[in-house]
Nanobody
Framework: QIQLVESGGGLVQAGGSLRMSCAAS????????MGWFRQAPGKEREFVGG???????VYGDDVMGRFTISRDNVLNTAYLQMNSLKPEDTAVYYC???WGAGARIYNADFWGQGTQVTVSS
């Protein structure tokens, strides 16, 4: 069992940056693929990016080159660094964990509570 607690969202102007953290409980954190999803009003939840146990990453097309995912297996924490933010990045962001080998998450085993990110124009 893993519990995920997110922090670091908020309000930022277009072009700015935010860094989100996802702190995980549980002794098997390093074995899980960690990822981020987001859901904007009226839209389906979409995959932002993921990172596997070895540090391999994959990103959604809309954030490629602007967002970076990392993890610290000692601190049991995953991070989402968001740069060059755009108003269309506004959404509730969710941390997720899945058991697997690849960096892309198709079905998460555990979810964070969700954190609002708002990018003003």
């Amino acid at each position: 069992q893993i519990q995920l607690v997110e922090s670091g969202g908020g309000l930022v102007q277009a072009g700015g940056s935010l860094r989100m953290s996802c702190a995980a409980s549980g002794r098997t954190f390093s074995r899980y693929v960690m990822g981020w999803f987001r859901q904007a009003p009226g839209k389906e939840r979409e995959f932002v990016g993921g990172i596997n146990w070895s540090g391999a990453t994959v990103y959604g097309d809309d954030v490629m080159g602007r967002f970076t995912i990392s993890r610290d297996n000692v601190l049991n924490t995953a991070y989402l660094q968001m740069n060059s933010l755009k108003p269309e990045d506004t959404a509730v962001y969710y941390c997720a964990a899945a058991w697997g080998a690849g960096a892309r998450i198709y079905n998460a085993d555990f979810w964070g509570q969700g954190t609002q990110v708002t990018v003003s124009s």
